[in-house]
Structures are given as structure tokens and as C-alpha cells.
């Protein structure tokens, strides 16, 4: 397959990049978008980048909520996301924790989502970016071999406090910030 085929993509934590950190969020009346948010996924995509949300869902695991839930809180955001003329490529989710479902593949800091989403998509990792609010995500961008964003949304202002050996490409101060700026 030649490299002229192969797409960029932006993979999205989502709590605490897209919408406001809830710590578990449970609820779909929770989900709330962090402003600007909309506006930044407009304008990646009219970059010409696949939209990818990665997203640890431990809570499953936990029995916090439900797969049903988790479903329903996506197909909100996707809902509004849609009112706003923003498809989302697809979401991709870990339910798993090990402390409760051992070991998994997928639970960033692994990479095992971001690179079913390569194989899915035809991605190119080094043209495409993890964006998060937390070296977790900046480590899963780091091991499959993409630009590393941190933004201070979300957990993002604690974890800046934290960085010594795992350090992002960028920092901004969210999601609209690096949209408008890379």
C-alpha cells in the first residue's frame, strides 16, 4: 500500500479534552462539551484529519455504568456533534481495568486502540497526533508513534506539574488552541 493512501488522524481523549471531566462520567445529562471544543473539531477536520476519540472506560469494569450507558453518553456527543455539521470517525473504548479484568491490549498507556484504529483506517501514525489531558495519553501517542499533544483542560494543568522523563510534542491550552495553532 503506498503512503499516498495512507490518512491522518486525530486520536481524542475524550474526558477532559472534549467534553468537562466528571471523574467517571455515568450519566448523560453529565456530558457537557469544554468550550471551543466544537469549534476545534470543525476545524481539524476541515485539515483533512480522520477524527478518532480513544477513550479508558474503566467505570465498565468497575460496574459504575453500563456499556448501555457509555452508548448512549456517545451517541449524544455524536448527536450534537452531527447538529453542528462534525461526523466523528469512530470512537474507540477500553472497558477493562486490571484490577478487575486483568491485563488488556487496548487500556492506554497501550497503544492497542490507536493502532486497530491504523489498521481500520490506513492511518499514518507519524503524521497524525494523540491529543489528552494526561501523560497516560501522551505515553499511548508516544508507543504507537504519533505526535503527542497536552492540553491543560481536564487533568491537563496537574500533569504539566508531573512531567520529567514523558514529555508531549506541544502543550496548549486546549483542544481550539491547537486546532487553531498547528
Known amino acids: ?22 471523574n467517571h462520567l455515568s450519566n448523560p445529562a453529565q456530558f457537557e462539551f469544554i468550550p471551543g471544543s466544537i469549534e476545534a473539531l470543525k476545524i481539524l477536520k476541515q485539515k483533512g484529519f480522520l477524527l478518532i476519540v480513544i477513550t479508558n472506560q474503566a467505570g465498565i469494569a468497575r460496574s459504575l455504568f453500563s456499556e448501555e450507558i457509555l452508548n448512549q453518553i456517545h451517541n449524544k456527543m455524536r448527536r450534537i456533534l452531527n447538529q453542528n455539521d462534525i461526523i466523528l470517525d469512530d470512537i474507540f473504548y477500553c472497558p477493562h481495568h486490571p484490577d478487575f479484568t486483568g491485563e488488556c491490549n487496548c487500556r492506554k498507556p497501550k497503544p492497542g486502540m490507536i493502532l486497530k484504529a491504523q489498521r481500520e483506517y490506513n492511518i499514518d501514525l507519524q503524521t497524525s497526533y494523540m491529543v489528552g489531558d494526561t501523560l497516560s495519553d501522551i505515553e499511548t501517542g508516544i508507543a504507537a508513534n504519533c505526535k503527542t499533544v497536552l492540553v491543560l483542560t481536564g487533568y491537563g494543568l496537574e500533569e504539566r506539574k508531573k512531567m520529567i522523563s514523558i514529555k508531549p510534542d506541544y502543550v496548549f491550552e486546549n483542544l481550539l488552541e491547537f486546532a487553531k495553532n498547528f
Open 1 to 22: 500500500m503506498s503512503m499516498t493512501n495512507k490518512k491522518r488522524a486525530i486520536f481524542l481523549d475524550r474526558d477532559g479534552v472534549i467534553n468537562k471531566e466528571v
